[in-house]
Structures are given as C-alpha cells and as structure tokens.
C-alpha cells in the first residue's frame, strides 16, 4: 500500500481548508467529494474506483443524501483519498510517514496506577501519541500470518486494556479502534491457515468490545453499538461462546438505559451462551449483567437471582485460569454491582453497606469508576433520606471526576445533582450547587 499513489490524493491545500476539516471531523464524505471534485478536479467515477463504492452511491452522497458509517468503508475513503488517520479518529495508517514520539520505558512497560502517570497518557493521547504508543510493538499483520499472531495479540490487547484503569474513553477510543481496524484489514488482506483465522475474528471481537467501550464511555453511542454488534459477528464466526455472551451483555448495557425490556431481553440472550466449560469470570460477568438490567427494569426478584448467580460462579473459579477481560470480576466488583443494582431498586439499607464496604478497597486513581460508583452511593443515601451524607458523597466525586474524558460519571452526577436541588435550603446542598456552577 505505501508505494502506491491513487489518483484521488487530496492536495495539502484542501486538506486544510476548514470546510474540508470540517466535514472531515463530521465523516461527511458526501461533501469532502463535492468538495474534492470542485478544488481538486477528482472526478466522482475515480472517487468510486478507489473507495470501491459504486459510481451512482458518490453522487448521492455528494448530493447530501445519506451516509458512510461502516469502519471498513471510511478507512478505505481515508487510504484513497489519502486523509490522515488521526482526523478520522482512526489509527495512524500505513502510507502516513510522521515519526513516531519516543516514550519513556516504564509507560510502554506497565501502565500504573498513580496520578502522575495518568496526567501523562492523557497530554499524549491527545496530542495523538497513544495512537502511535502501541505501533512501536505491535506485530506485522502483512503477508502470510503464522499460527503465532492471534495469541501474540490477545496479549497485546490485554496490556492495552490496563489504560482503562486510568483514562476515560474520550482518551482511549482512537487507540482500541486502530487495534481493531488493524486486525480487521489483516483478515481482509493478509493470508493464514483456517485456524489462524478463527484465531484472529475471536480477537477481533475483543478488540471491538474494548473499542465498543470505549466509544460509550466517550459517549459515542452509535459507534458502540456498532462496534458490540460487530464483536458478536466475529465471535459467532470464530466460535467463541463466551466473547459472544459478553458482545451481547455490553450491548443490553448500553440498550437498557433507552429501552429496559429489549435490554433485559438482550441481558437474558448473554446468559443463555453460557455453556458448562464457561470461565467463571465470564458467567459472573454475564450474570452481573443480567441483574443491571433487571434491576433498571425494576425486576426485583430476578435482579436478585441474577446476584445469586454471579456469587455462586465467583465461589467457583478455584484458581482457574480466566480470560484477561474478565480479569476484573471479583467480589469488589460483586460488591459495586450489587449495590447499584439496590440502589436502582430504591433499597437504600441494602445498597449502602454494600458499596461503602467496596470503595474503600477502591484506589483513588481509579478516579472514573470511583467517582461513577460514588454517584450511586450518594444516590441510595438520598433515597434514604440522608441529604448532608449525598452531598457529601457528591462532592467527593466531583474531585475525582474533574478532568476524566469520560460522560458516565458526569451524567450520572448531573442526574444526582438534580434531585439534591430539591434540598436548596439545606446548608451542605446550598454549598454543593455553588461550587457545582462554578
């Protein structure tokens, strides 16, 4: 691909105009064509020819009618046309020759826990390192793969996930998707054995839960959905139960909060991948999942056997390996899950001492989840009537979700902020709402 010049590159000129970034930031490709063809002279039937989209579908998109939104399509309009990944939110592409910025041992070692390290992702990842951080390993996806590659990626993937320990999604997407669209082009392009293929769509589909992720926790919510239907399709193929259990339980998450029925029903669907050889991670996962949403739905009872399950799949890991994304359910995890799930079914005497018992084993570097699991806490303590204790809370929380590039704690403070304004006159809230405003 590098030595390759398509006839469609955009000139550097246009590229800088700011209709053309503009539209470019917006991924509307039917008028970076117009405006392709009006500047640059690139006809629309070159346009078609080298993004592979029929002639007739670039008219109509410069027309303003419809929209490219499928990852394959739009990285191969940024390859044609020759548009820097990191204006499209993708992964430095190939033919793109900017040096990579060098990067200190200890952060390409192991990503920590402390503040300082966190302030350091964050200035980079914007700055658009963290696009490149994980290029400087990551391994060659060209040519004839070996049977060694699915594996040498899963755990790739695994010491990328620790940077959501510490960032928020607004900070990571970029990095999870250019993983993701990396394998993905490798499956397209590249040639294996029949294994090895199974082996790479079942990485792919972590790849797309993490990028899926992510994108929620940006609050790119179209982008997630996608990208968790997309894991449940290469995980089918590959025939990995479990990932396919879990594209389904990120998608009845992210469902439940607009439509609690189908999220229940989506939730339920999760469990019933469970086969008997499933990890216990995966099925305290999934069940975890499941009494989210029945407890958004209100469904007491089954919220409270979908507890059950999970605690009885967590007593039974024995030590047993378990995949790297479920490496994070534990009985703290139980805990957290258990209380919000109370707290949503307003019982605050259960929510309580469950949630406080579990964030006081919880780091403050954690400052994303931290904060979004106090917001629960303050909440069941409202519920129970115990305003100065919820503003409290809140106020905790806001420290530690200043400046985290993710949408979840902040709306989910937001929404408590809200109900503690109906308690204005109660010196702790008055002190909160002004310093909230400012």
């Not at 994304?325 to 605050?348: F, K, N, Y």
Request: proline share 5%; with cysteine.
């Amino acid at each position: 691909m590098t030595g390759y010049e398509p006839p469609t590159v955009l000139p550097r000129e246009l590229l800088g105009r700011p209709d053309m970034r503009a539209a470019i930031a917006a991924h509307d490709f039917g008028t970076v064509f117009r405006l392709a063809r009006r500047h640059a002279g690139i006809s629309y039937s070159k346009i078609a020819a080298e993004c592979d989209i029929k002639p007739e579908r670039v008219g109509t998109l410069a027309r303003g009618r419809g929209s490219v939104t499928t990852f394959d399509k739009i990285v191969r309009i940024a390859d044609a046309l020759r548009i820097p990944g990191a204006l499209l939110g993708l992964a430095v592409r190939p033919w793109e020759t900017a040096p990579v910025p060098s990067v200190p041992a200890h952060i390409t070692t192991e990503i920590g826990n402390d503040v300082q390290r966190r302030t350091f992702l964050r200035a980079t990842t914007g700055a658009g390192l963290a696009v490149s951080l994980p290029a400087l390993v990551r391994p060659e996806l060209t040519g004839r793969l070996g049977a060694d590659i699915p594996q040498r990626l899963r755990a790739r993937a695994a010491r990328l996930r620790r940077l959501d320990n510490v960032l928020g999604g607004g900070d990571t997407y970029r990095v999870y998707l250019g993983e993701y669209q990396s394998t993905k082009a490798a499956l397209r392009e590249a040639t294996y054995s029949e294994a090895t293929k199974r082996g790479l769509l079942s990485v792919l589909s972590e790849q797309a839960q993490q990028a899926g992720w992510a994108a929620f926790d940006g609050g790119r919510e179209a982008d997630a959905a996608g990208l968790y239907r997309d894991s449940y399709q290469a995980a089918t193929e590959a025939g990995d139960a479990d990932l396919a259990g879990n594209a389904l339980a990120f998608l009845a998450y992210q469902t439940v909060a607009g439509d609690r029925r189908s999220g229940v029903e989506i939730a339920t669907r999760s469990c019933e991948t469970i086969s008997p050889g499933a990890p216990a991670g995966v099925r305290a996962l999934l069940y975890e999942r499941r009494a989210w949403a029945c407890a958004v739905a209100g469904l007491a009872s089954e919220t409270e056997q979908a507890l059950a399950d999970a605690g009885v799949a967590l007593s039974e890991a024995d030590g047993q390996p378990q995949p790297d994304w479920v490496a994070w359910v534990d009985s703290t995890e139980l805990q957290i899950m258990s209380g919000r799930c109370w707290t949503e079914l307003r019982r605050p005497l259960r929510a309580v001492p469950a949630l406080e018992g579990a964030l006081a084993q919880y780091d403050d570097s954690h400052a994303r989840d931290k904060a979004l699991y106090l917001s629960w806490l303050a909440d069941a303590y409202l519920i129970a009537g115990e305003v100065e204790q919820s503003a409290a809370v809140v106020g905790r929380a806001l420290d530690l979700s200043d400046g985290v590039a993710s949408v979840r704690p902040h709306r989910r403070l937001a929404s408590v902020l809200g109900r503690l304004g109906g308690h204005h006159a109660v010196p702790a809230v008055a002190e909160l709402m002004e310093r909230s405003a400012t």
